[in-house]
């Protein structure tokens, strides 16, 4: 048993916990013991499919202090226009250089990789077996609490029969030899990046079955964008839809119109809401693919027939499966942020957990009573459905309104790329903002009382 003496112990080195020690050790003179299960940070990119991106522009994503990406604006491609998005690789670096430059160049954090943290202040090493126990003053951080579940790290949630040839997304790039038929299993975002790696690389549509148990409803990437008058302006169309909506399907509708939200079918009324972002030309795409297959969930693969719940369907012979139906999002009950156990991080602001991770941190450096802390940070859910995506709406406006009752919290939130409802100097009395401003405040009381009621939240 090797002791260590620290103020924190912060079990998991992924996007939450990276960002929290970053505010933390940024505003405070502690010492942190870092440990994660993985042999490196950045938790669940280091096992991503090598083709993904980040899903918003990289301002959004990362830790306070330092910028992911360059901030820039791209000027060629099917995306010109919009804000860069890194790739997994460009995740993983920036994650490695933050460690390196930032947190063990300062003196105040110890980083212990391939350890398993098995409760009480301790973890054990992967590699050499050696047990450590942590002598934690202040607190333990829960930074895995909503880790997600990604197909390289999960098995496939159907059987699987003898002679079926089904792969995890990550060996689409080592296929060495084409075959009559791809099928890919799975309705969110994981599904939608298979598909589209695909097509971008030749394979015609008609040689891809997709299997979509539920069909999603997405965001419109070019209005989840670091600009003010975008950001509120989406804001504005969302309240407006609500204020004006019949039911949480109506507000999606009205929300399509409006161009904010995105479904591969218009045939079809989605069911799933976790609204990853998309773009147009991948849109584009998704609509060539005109094989779908909708009979509930898969339950088997065989060779050459695949069984669901409600039917079964004859694929190809040679067909690869390509498992794309981890979960993804981990939907926990939320608990108190502050508790005496534990810090157990959990989004803030609905949407964008790498800022509710960094305002964990800040509040934890800077405020002394844990239930002052609760009150200015409340935990937001993560979505499912329609309704569940009102639910988040209304809990993460009213986080929102509660952290941003202290003046000094408010001013450092204020600062923040991560921050969606950062407004830079240059742009705070900018017309197109003003524009943005005084339609948001036009409709947002009436739609943030009838967002309430569509979420069974009045």
């Known amino acids: 048993m090797t002791t260590l003496d620290a103020d924190y112990l912060v079990v998991g080195a992924g996007a939450s ?8 050790i940024d505003n405070a003179d502690v010492s942190v013991v870092m440990v994660d299960r993985r042999y490196g940070v950045g938790g669940h990119w280091l096992d991503a499919y090598p083709f993904v991106r980040l899903h918003q522009a990289s301002a959004f994503y990362g830790v306070a202090s330092t910028l992911l990406g360059e901030g820039r604006i791209q000027a060629d491609g099917p995306e010109a226009g919009l804000h860069e998005r890194a790739t997994a690789p460009q995740v993983c670096a920036y994650y490695d250089r933050v460690l390196r430059e930032r947190m063990l160049a300062s003196g105040k954090v110890a980083f212990y990789p391939s350890c398993d943290y098995v ?15 942590v002598n ?60 589209i790696w695909l097509l971008a690389n030749g394979v ?34 969302i309240m407006q839809a609500a204020a004006d909506a019949e039911s949480p399907d ?20 989605p069911t799933m809401a976790k609204t990853p972002t998309l773009a147009q030309w991948e849109l584009d795409l998704l609509r ?10 898969l339950g088997r693969v065989q060779p050459g027939r695949l069984v669901f719940e409600n039917g079964e369907a004859r694929i190809a012979d040679d067909a690869v499966v390509v498992h794309c139906a981890a979960s993804g999002l981990r939907y926990r009950p939320l608990v108190p942020i502050w508790r005496p156990e534990a810090i157990t991080l959990q989004p803030v602001r ?17 405020v002394e009573d844990d239930d002052e802390k609760n009150r200015l940070c409340r935990p937001s859910p993560l979505s499912n459905t329609p309704t569940d995506w009102a639910q988040m709406q209304v809990i993460g406006r009213r986080a929102a309104a509660a952290f941003n009752s202290d003046p000094d919290i408010k001013a450092w939130a204020g600062t923040l790329a991560l921050n969606p409802a950062h407004v830079p100097p240059d742009r705070a009395h900018s017309a197109d903002v003003a524009a943005a401003v005084r339609r948001l405040g036009a409709c947002q009381e009436r739609g943030a009382a009838r967002m309430a009621e569509l979420a069974g939240m009045a």
């Open 17 to 24: 916990g990276m960002a929290f020690t970053d505010a933390l």
């Open 350 to 366: 609905a949407g964008f957990p790498c800022f509710g991770a960094a305002l964990a941190g800040y509040v934890e450096a800077t």
């Open 136 to 195: 934690v003053r202040r607190h333990v951080v829960d930074a895995q609490y909503l880790s997600p579940r990604i197909p390289a790290q999960t098995e496939p949630p159907f059987a699987v029969a003898d002679g079926a040839h089904v792969i995890p997304v990550n060996d689409l790039v080592r296929i060495g030899e084409a075959p009559s038929q791809y099928v890919i299993v799975g309705s969110g975002k994981t599904a939608t990046d298979g598909c």
């Open 288 to 297: 060539t693919i005109e094989d779908v297959v909708r009979l509930g969930h």
């Open 204 to 237: 015609d549509p008609g040689a891809i079955r997709w299997v979509r148990p539920r069909d999603p409803w997405m965001l419109n990437r070019a209005f989840v964008q670091p600009d003010p008058a975008v950001i509120l302006g989406m804001a504005a169309d």
């Open 119 to 133: 409760g009480d202040g301790q973890f054990v090493s992967r590699l050499s077996g050696r047990r450590y126990e």
């Open 250 to 269: 109506d507000m999606f509708f009205r929300m399509e119109d409006a161009g904010v939200m995105l479904r591969i079918d218009r045939s079809v009324t």
